[in-house]
C-alpha cells in the first residue's frame, strides 16, 4: 500500500511538472516530441536515409529517436526493443552485445514474478549503460493462437498471469530510471498481415481477456507508455481507435502516461484525436502509407484548428511526465554493468522456464555411467534457437551462427535462425564427463537412425525458427525434423525429445519417446540448463503458460483466416472464443489437450491437502503444499475457479511458486483478484459479481483438481 501511495505521489509530481514545462515549450518543440526517428539500419529500406533530426553525435541508433529540449530540461528519448534484452542486432555494429535474457513464454513457464523483475532491472541497466532511457518491453498480449509467430515475446495465454509478470518487467525496468510500455494494445494475437489485420471481438469479452491483462498490469507497475497494436480491433486502428484508447484506457482507466504507436502504424493524422500521442519510427510510415502523418499534416490540421491546441499540449505532458516520473531526467553516471550477474540471472531464468513435459523415468540421466549418447539435430552442436524479429538479441561475442530463412513483407529479411552460445553439446560434454558424445547433425532419417542405433541413449533436439510477421502455417516442426525423431525413436527405444520453438507442436512420435522437454527459447544460457535439466544437476520446475493441444481442430480456429494471402491483403480475424481463450476453451469445450496450462514435472513429487476456502468479496483459499519426494524442489500450485453461480467457468485465480526439501511443507494462502470471479457488464461499464455458489480448485495444472471447494460470493457492481 505504502508503495502505491509512493507512486501516485511521484505520478502526480511528475504531472504537475509536466504540466510546468509543457507550458514553457514552443509548438516547434511540441511537435518535435511527438514522434521518433527510426535509427540507421544497415542493410534494411531505412538504409543510408539517417533522418536529419537525428544529430550528427548520436551515434547509438535505436528503434525511436526523439530530440530533446536542452533549455528546459528535457533529454533526448532514446529507445531500444527489450522483450529479452536489449537489441537490435545490426543497429548498432560497435555494440559489444547484450545478456541474451530467455524469451517471455520461458520466463512465462516459471511462474516467477521475481524472476521477471531481476530480469527488467539488468534489462534497464544494459540499457541505460548505453543511454536507452525507454524500453519496448512488456509484451502481453494473450497466447490465443498456437500459430502466432510472436507468442514467445508473450508470457502466456492467461490474463492474470501475464499481467502479473508483465507487471514485473516493467517495475524492474521502471526501478532503474528507464521507461516501459506495455504492449501491443490490444488484440495483435496474430502476425499474418498484422498492418491490415482486423480483429473482431466481443467488447465485454476484451474486457474480461486481452483488456483485463493490460488493465492490472497497468495497476501493478505504472508504465510510462503504453504501445498500441498494428491491428485493427472491431473495424478501428488500435493506435486511432478512439473507444479503446480515450473511453478505456485514458478514460475509465485514468491512465496517465503516453500512448505511442508500433512502427509504421500510423496511418493518419486524426489518429491524435483519438488518442494516439506519439508516432514512432516515422519512417516506417513512409514506407507502409507513404507519409509521416505527425509532422506535416498534424501541424495543418493544427493551423487549420483541427487539433485542438490542448490536445497537442495533452500529448505533450503525456510524455514529459511519464519521463519525470521515472527520473529519466535526473540520471547522473551510468551504473557498472555487472555481465556476470546478469549471465546468472539469464541461467535461472533459463532453468525455470524448462518444462519437462514427459519423463518415463529415465531422466535425469545418471551422470557417473559411461554412456554412449547420441546428440541429435537441431544445431545442438553450435547453439541454442532464438526468436526471430525486433526483439532478437546479439550477445556478447556475436552469435554462434546466422543462418537466412527470409520470407515475404518488412520482416522477411529479419528472419534469420540465431543461435547463441555455448551449444547444448558443449554443454552435455561437460555434464555428462562418463560418457561418450556421438553428434549427427539430423540431416537424413537414416542418417539419423544409424547413429540413434549404436548409443544407450539418444537426446534428439525439435526446433522451430519463430518471429514477428509470420504466423506458422500449422504445428508440425519444420526441415523434415518430425521423420527424423520418428527414425530415432524407432532406431532407439531410450529417446528423449528436447524443443527449442516458440509455440506448442503436434508430437507425432511422441508414444514412441521416453521423454520430452520443452526449452522454448532459453536465451544464451540455456545450453547450460538444458544439460542441467537433463542430467538432475537441476530439478525442472517449469509449468506450461499455454496449452498443447492434440491439433489445430481442438483450438478456436482450425483454420486461420489470411494464412497465406499475399502481404497487404487485408484480414479480418474473429476472435470467437472471446474470454475462453487457452485452457478456458478446452473447459468449455470439454476437449482434452495433448498438455494442460500448467502441466510440468518434477523429479520429486508434491502433495496438496487441507483446503479451507472463504468466500465473500472474493475468494480466498488456504492450503498445504508437501515435498513427499526425495529431493528438493519447486513447485506451482494453481488455484481456478471451475463453476461461478451455476455457470461452467474456468479462471486462474491464483498461484504461488513454491521451493521446498524433501518433506517440507508451506501453508499458502492465496486471494482471487476480483475480477476474474466477475464478468464485465458492458451497460453498466462495471465488474458484477452475482451472488451464489462458487466452485474451486487447486490442482498442478488446469485439467487437474486435487482439492475441491465451494463458497458463497455476494452481489457486487464495481470498478471500471
Ligand atoms: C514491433 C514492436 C517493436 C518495434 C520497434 C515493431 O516491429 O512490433 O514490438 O517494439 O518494432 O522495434
Redo the contacts with the bound molecule.
Keep these: 500500500m505504502t508503495t502505491k501511495l509512493a507512486a501516485e505521489r511521484e505520478s502526480s509530481e511528475a504531472d504537475r511538472r509536466g504540466r510546468e514545462v509543457e507550458e514553457q515549450m514552443t509548438d516547434e518543440e511540441k511537435f518535435s516530441l511527438i514522434i521518433s526517428v527510426l535509427g540507421e539500419v544497415p542493410g534494411s529500406a531505412a538504409a543510408g536515409t539517417r533522418d536529419p533530426r537525428i544529430p550528427d553525435d548520436v551515434t547509438n541508433m535505436s528503434?525511436g529517436y526523439t530530440p530533446g529540449v536542452p533549455r528546459l530540461g528535457i533529454p533526448a528519448i532514446q529507445s531500444s526493443?527489450a522483450s529479452m534484452g536489449i537489441t537490435?542486432p545490426g543497429y548498432r555494429p560497435d555494440d559489444p552485445g547484450a545478456t541474451a535474457f530467455p524469451s517471455l513464454i520461458a520466463l512465462g513457464s516459471s511462474f516467477n514474478p521475481h524472476l521477471v523483475r531481476q530480469g527488467g532491472e539488468a534489462i534497464a541497466r544494459e540499457a541505460r549503460a548505453r543511454g536507452f532511457n525507454v524500453q519496448?518491453a512488456g509484451g502481453c498480449n494473450l497466447a490465443r493462437d498456437p500459430r502466432n509467430g510472436r507468442n514467445f515475446e508473450y508470457f502466456s495465454e492467461d490474463p492474470y498471469l501475464s499481467a502479473v509478470l508483465a507487471a514485473e518487467q516493467v517495475n524492474g525496468i521502471q526501478s532503474q530510471g528507464v521507461v516501459s510500455t506495455l504492449?501491443?494494445y490490444t488484440l495483435n494475437c496474430n502476425e499474418t498481415n498484422r498492418h491490415w489485420l482486423d480483429a473482431i471481438i466481443d467488447p465485454d469479452a476484451h474486457r474480461e481477456s486481452d483488456l483485463l491483462t493490460f488493465q492490472i498490469a497497468i495497476e501493478r507497475s505504472q508504465p510510462g507508455a503504453i504501445?498500441s497494436g498494428?491491428n485493427k480491433v472491431n473495424g478501428e486502428y488500435a493506435g486511432g481507435n478512439h473507444h479503446l484508447l480515450n473511453d478505456v484506457l485514458k478514460g475509465a482507466w485514468g491512465y496517465p502516461g503516453y500512448v505511442m504507436s508500433?512502427?509504421g502504424a500510423t496511418p493518419d493524422w486524426r489518429f491524435a484525436l483519438h488518442g494516439l500521442d506519439q508516432e514512432s519510427?516515422i519512417q516506417g510510415d513512409t514506407l507502409l502509407w507513404g507519409k509521416q502523418p505527425f509532422t506535416d499534416e498534424l501541424r495543418d490540421a493544427y493551423a487549420r484548428g483541427e487539433l485542438p491546441q490542448e490536445r497537442l499540449s495533452d500529448m505533450v505532458r503525456r510524455i514529459l511526465r511519464s519521463l519525470f516520473a521515472v527520473g529519466v531526467d535526473q540520471w547522473g553516471t551510468a551504473p557498472e554493468v555487472d555481465m556476470e550477474l546478469h549471465d546468472q540471472i539469464a541461467l535461472e531464468g533459463a532453468r525455470q522456464g524448462i518444462v519437462l513435459l514427459e519423463n518415463d523415468g529415465v531422466l535425469p540421466i545418471p551422470t557417473d555411467e559411461p554412456l554412449k549418447v547420441a546428440v541429435i539435430g537441431g544445431y545442438a552442436q553450435q547453439g541454442i534457437v532464438s526468436g526471430t524479429?525486433?526483439g532478437a538479441v546479439a550477445p556478447v561475442g556475436g552469435f554462434a551462427g546466422v543462418i537466412k530463412i527470409g520470407g515475404a513483407g518488412v520482416m522477411g529479411r529479419h528472419r534469420n535462425l540465431f543461435l547463441f552460445p555455448p551449444s547444448p553439446l558443449e554443454e552435455l560434454a561437460k555434464a555428462l564427463p562418463q560418457a561418450q558424445l556421438d553428434f549427427d547433425p539430423g540431416y537424413t532419417p537414416a542418417e539419423a537412425a544409424l547413429t540413434a542405433k549404436r548409443s544407450d541413449l539418444v537426446i534428439v533436439f525439435g526446433i522451430r525458427v519463430e518471429g514477428?510477421g509470420f504466423d506458422s502455417a500449422d504445428l508440425s516442426l519444420p526441415w523434415g525434423q518430425d521423420a527424423v525423431i520418428e527414425a530415432v525413436a524407432d532406431a532407439n527405444p531410450n529417446t528423449i525429445v528436447v524443443l527449442e520453438t516458440g509455440n506448442p507442436v503436434s508430437m507425432p512420435w511422441r508414444d514412441k519417446v521416453r521423454a520430452i522437454v520443452e526449452a522454448w527459447y532459453p536465451g544464451q544460457a540455456g545450453g547450460r540448463a538444458i544439460a542441467e535439466v537433463l542430467t538432475g544437476a537441476v530439478n525442472p520446475s517449469g509449468r506450461l503458460p499455454v496449452t498443447f493441444p492434440e491439433s489445430l481442430e481442438q483450438t478456436p480456429r482450425p483454420e486461420l483466416p489470411g494464412l497465406g494471402t499475399p502481404w497487404g491483403t487485408p484480414v479480418t480475424i474473429e476472435y470467437g472464443e472471446g474470454a475462453e481463450v487457452g485452457y478456458r476453451w478446452f473447459a468449455r469445450t470439454g476437449a482434452t489437450p495433448t498438455y494442460a496450462f500448467g502441466h510440468g514435472l518434477s523429479y520429486t513429487t508434491f502433495a496438496y491437502g487441507d483446503l479451507e476456502v472463504t468466500g465473500g468479496d472474493t475468494v480466498t483459499a488456504s492450503f498445504t503444499v508437501t515435498n513427499t519426494g526425495d529431493r528438493a524442489g519447486a513447485d506451482v500450485p494453481q488455484l481456478y475457479l471451475t463453476e461461478a453461480a451455476g455457470e461452467q467457468r474456468q479462471r486462474l485465480l491464483g498461484f504461488e511458486r513454491v521451493q521446498l526439501q524433501p518433506g517440507e511443507s508451506r501453508r499458502l494462502t492465496l486471494t482471487a483478484e476480483p475480477r476474474l470471479l466477475a464478468r464485465f457488464d458492458g451497460t453498466a461499464g462495471q465488474w458484477r459479481i452475482t451472488t451464489g455458489t462458487y466452485q474451486v480448485a487447486v490442482g498442478r495444472s488446469a485439467d487437474s483438481r486435487e482439492l475441491v471447494a465451494e463458497t458463497t460470493l455476494t452481489d457486487a457492481l464495481f470498478g471500471s
Design positions: 528503434a526493443d537490435n519496448l504492449k501491443h504501445m498494428y508500433d512502427w519510427g524479429g525486433s514477428e
